[in-house]
């Protein structure tokens, strides 16, 4: 089932059962799911298998980062297990890019291809201590337009972030916003953070949000909240 709702929700659990229980409370006309590493490395297909069962379309986030060729099978696959989105490091550079948007089109796969900018844990000090003297944002610019030059549909970003992408790189760019923080939670170890209606009105397209809701005393209230929150937005 699609969703118009931007809104994906991180299972960060660390086994099926734990994803699958929260997954049950659910609607897939509310939402999107996103499986990441420690998801996918317990529990492998079997959850994507399990949650396209359940009507969700599902964004897995595996971040790949490679050589081309590697990258390239790494897409495929993901996108022959028929995940809506997939994504990459665009710090891999633009002929890794452009190996994953080619073995795509080749194979008629539809999957939604994005690629990570500045993880959203990351401020100016962490780029500096791995050799990047600019600010997160410039290098979230340099990173989204050289994604978009490579054939991607869009990017991972910051909210804070996306209204500069929107100007350069147009509306129907995806700008996927993780460090999504509604008032009520913890910034914990995201750095560059927005609300929901913060990011919204910043031009992000879809809002990762994780903990806030996973890990709330009650997920559900916590996601009727974010819902809330977006509507009077
Ligand atoms: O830059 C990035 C890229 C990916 N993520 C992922 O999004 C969620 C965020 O979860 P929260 O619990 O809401 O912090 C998580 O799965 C990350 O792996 C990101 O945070 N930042």
Do not use: Y
């Amino acid at each position: 089932m699609s969703t118009d709702s931007p809104l994906i929700i991180a299972l960060d659990f660390p086994s099926l059962d734990a994803a699958l229980c929260l997954a049950d409370q659910l609607d897939p006309a509310r939402c999107r799911l996103k499986v990441g590493k420690e998801l996918f490395t317990r529990s492998g297909p079997d959850v994507l298998e399990a949650l396209h069962g359940r009507g969700f379309e599902v964004f897995l986030d595996l971040k790949f980062h490679d050589i081309p060729n590697t990258v390239a099978g790494a897409v495929q696959a993901a996108a022959e297990l028929g995940v809506w989105m997939v994504n990459v490091h665009a710090g891999g550079g633009r002929r890794m890019m452009e190996a994953a948007r080619e073995r795509l089109d080749r194979h008629r796969l539809s999957t939604q291809l994005i690629a990570v900018t500045v993880l959203t844990s990351m401020e100016a000090e962490d780029l500096a201590e791995v050799g990047v003297a600019v600010s997160p944002a410039q290098q979230v610019e340099h990173l989204a337009q050289l994604a978009q030059a490579s054939g991607m549909d869009g990017v991972v970003c910051s909210a804070q972030e996306a209204t500069r992408l929107r100007e350069l790189c147009g509306d129907a760019f995806l700008k996927v916003t993780p460090g999504i923080r509604p008032s009520f939670a913890e910034t914990g170890d995201q750095r560059r953070v927005l609300t929901p209606a913060q990011a919204m009105a910043a031009g992000s397209t879809h809002l990762v949000v994780g903990r806030p809701v996973t890990q709330a005393d009650e997920p559900m209230a916590a996601l009727a909240a974010i819902e809330a929150e977006l509507a009077g937005a």
